[in-house]
């Protein structure tokens, strides 16, 4: 049973740059949510999906923003990338219906931004 | 405002002793919480729960105590092995379900010396 999946694992990006980061829930999962940690932080939460539709919104400017697919996949863009946007990425997913509030996360896409 | 915290930065444990890991919140509408462990390059691992209604949850080595009116949770894993040498966060959310988002701490890194 494969896990949460994220792509790539790594990506350079310059600033004012674009970036878009990929995530397949583990199977049998509907929700995603995606997280940005910064070195020595916890996760933060920027967003959930759920039936295609942004649900949850963290405290993320608008230049941060998502979709969801059809298959539960997602997608988190960012825009106009800052310096201060470098971090690890994580998705993770879980069941809206199975609940016991468990999230399970991806390994991650660091992004750096020069 | 950081509403979850976990003040200890690392630790250090000798292997076969009980390594307690701390955390303390400040939003008394958190009735969830969460540890999970993060090991390089991987994303975080979900550990053990434990809802506001429990003081106590146990998973093998692994046990969460909670103690609402100090608005503190402690994970205590006995015995300690090398393997267990991670990040571990603390989480915490509002409401129950798997689609409510996650607030973490900044995370504590265990060394289990063997």
């Known amino acids: 049973d494969a896990g949460v999946t994220q792509s790539p694992t790594h990506l350079i990006k310059t600033r004012g740059q674009q970036v878009t980061l990929r995530c397949s829930p583990k199977?049998?999962?509907?929700?995603v949510s995606w997280y940005q940690q910064a070195l020595g932080q916890g996760p933060q939460f920027i967003f959930q999906?759920?039936?295609?539709?942004?649900?949850q919104r963290g405290n993320f400017p608008d230049r941060f923003s998502g979709h969801q697919f059809p298959n539960y996949s997602s997608e988190l863009n960012v825009n106009a990338l800052l310096l201060g946007d470098s971090a690890l990425y994580l998705c993770a997913s879980s069941n809206r219906v199975l609940a016991k509030n468990i999230q399970y996360f991806g390994a991650g896409t660091r992004l750096s931004v020069l | 405002d950081q509403q979850v915290k976990q003040n200890s930065p690392s630790l250090s444990v000798q292997e076969g002793r009980i390594s307690i890991l701390n955390c303390d919140y400040t939003n008394s509408m958190f009735d969830y919480f969460l540890w999970y462990k993060k090991y390089p390059a991987e994303g975080p691992t979900f550990l053990i729960s434990?809802?506001?209604?429990?003081d106590k949850n146990e998973d093998g080595r692994f046990t969460v105590f909670l103690n609402k009116s100090a608005k503190h949770l402690s994970l205590h894993i006995v015995p300690s092995q090398p393997g267990d040498s991670a990040v571990y966060f603390c989480a915490a959310s509002v409401g129950g379900g798997a689609t409510n988002k996650l607030i973490f701490g900044t995370g504590t890194l265990l060394a289990v010396q063997p």
């Open positions: 199977s049998g999962h509907d929700t």
């Open positions: 434990i809802s506001s209604i429990k």
């Open positions: 999906y759920y039936e295609e539709e942004e649900r």
